[in-house]
């Protein structure tokens, strides 16, 4: 009885996969096109998804782990367990703006975000009154098209903030990559859920 792990593309998927042949699991054609990896034992799947679209999978059992960000977790009800912090895909979700933005000069703030979840969040610790604009992309635009007064985002390196003539105002959380499982296969798959979990543990050690 193997696992199906689901991931999320890009920067974190790649981290991910030296983590795990640093822990013993062999790939082949990992620079392939193929959404869908095994290992060479056959017992370990890697099904390749956007990072929005993990807790789908794991909460409707097409897989039985998830490898994802803290952001896109928080944004979802708590369906599945969290078992391990895998120190990858390391940022911050930060509150950015132009230069001369103060939010404590606004009793009514306008945050763009592809977050609204968090962003209500923000504003109830805050105290604020406010509006959540929901963006799929691009949310730097809602302050340089006056769309918002700032944004919650993903800042990485911080460039394309720069490049659009906005800075971070304030550090909301940081960000990391966890491993998720699936209630109810966590209970059916404890014991080797529970060996890969060992397996892959004493390799956790930064990016």
């Given at each position: 009885?193997?696992?199906?792990?689901?991931?999320?593309?890009?920067?974190?998927?790649?981290?991910?996969?030296?983590?795990?042949?640093?822990?013993?699991?062999?790939?082949?054609?990992?620079?392939?096109?193929?959404?869908v990896i095994k290992d060479?034992?056959?017992?370990?799947?890697?099904?390749?998804?956007?990072?929005?679209?993990?807790?789908?999978?794991?909460?409707?059992?097409?897989?039985?782990?998830?490898?994802?960000?803290?952001?896109?977790?928080?944004?979802?009800?708590?369906?599945?367990?969290?078992?391990?912090?895998?120190?990858?895909?390391?940022?911050?979700?930060?509150?950015?703006?132009?230069?001369?933005?103060?939010?404590?000069?606004?009793?009514?703030?306008?945050?763009?975000?592809?977050?609204?979840?968090?962003?209500?969040?923000?504003?109830?610790?805050?105290?604020?009154?406010?509006?959540?604009?929901?963006?799929?992309?691009?949310?730097?635009?809602?302050?340089?098209?006056?769309?918002?007064?700032?944004?919650?985002?993903?800042?990485?390196?911080?460039?394309?903030?720069?490049?659009?003539?906005?800075?971070?105002?304030?550090?909301?959380?940081?960000?990391?990559?966890k491993l998720i499982s699936?209630?109810?296969?966590?209970?059916?798959?404890?014991?080797?859920?529970?060996?890969?979990?060992?397996?892959?543990?004493?390799?956790?050690?930064?990016?």
């Amino acid at each position: 009885m193997g696992l199906k792990i689901a991931v999320s593309k890009g920067r974190v998927y790649k981290k991910f996969l030296k983590l795990l042949e640093k822990s013993g699991y062999t790939f082949e054609n990992t620079k392939s096109r193929k959404l869908v990896i095994k290992d060479t034992t056959g017992e370990l799947s890697l099904i390749i998804v956007k990072a929005q679209d993990v807790p789908l999978y794991v909460n409707k059992a097409f897989a039985d782990l998830g490898i994802v960000g803290k952001d896109v977790i928080d944004e979802f009800d708590d369906t599945f367990y969290e078992l391990l912090d895998l120190s990858i895909g390391t940022c911050d979700l930060c509150i950015a703006g132009k230069k001369a933005f103060n939010i404590e000069d606004y009793n009514h703030l306008r945050i763009a975000t592809k977050y609204p979840k968090q962003g209500k969040n923000y504003l109830e610790k805050k105290g604020i009154k406010g509006e959540i604009i929901k963006l799929n992309g691009s949310v730097e635009l809602g302050p340089v098209l006056d769309i918002s007064d700032c944004i919650l985002d993903i800042v990485e390196t911080g460039n394309t903030l720069r490049e659009n003539g906005l800075v971070v105002k304030e550090k909301y959380k940081k960000i990391t990559s966890k491993l998720i499982s699936n209630k109810v296969f966590y209970k059916t798959k404890f014991d080797i859920i529970d060996t890969f979990i060992e397996n892959i543990s004493k390799n956790i050690g930064g990016e």
